[in-house]
Nanobody, 114 residues
């Protein structure tokens, strides 16, 4: 896979953003996919993942009920729908594809601020 993330930006608290991550090689269907984030001055940590069929999802406690991960293998794309955004969601967001190793996309900046 070769992942390219997009969709970040500046949004007010309570707003929404949708991140996208495209695999330019077209092998995404055989990977578990996930999103991670790295807040300013902190380590990267897990946000959400979904299995190869998209039928199973898991979220960190801090985003459960507000974020939704999905995948469209026909478009070789992973999505992260982020609703009810909070200032503490401010971070660089990274997509990842996992099989025998983790492949990372470049990050996209999300800033939640009034």
């Amino acid at each position: 896979v070769q992942l390219q993330a997009s969709g970040g930006g500046v949004v007010q608290p309570g707003g929404s953003l949708r991140l996208s991550c495209v695999d330019s090689i077209g092998a995404l269907s055989s990977y578990v996919v996930a999103w991670f984030r790295q807040p300013p001055g902190k380590e990267r940590h897990f946000v959400a993942y979904t299995g190869r069929t998209g039928g199973f999802t898991s979220y960190s406690d801090s985003v459960r009920g507000r974020f939704t991960i999905s995948r469209d293998d026909a478009k070789n794309t992973i999505y992260l729908q982020m609703d009810s955004l909070k200032p503490e969601d401010t971070a660089v967001y990274y997509c990842a594809a996992v099989r025998t190793a983790i492949s990372w996309g470049q990050g996209t900046q999300v800033t939640v601020s009034s």
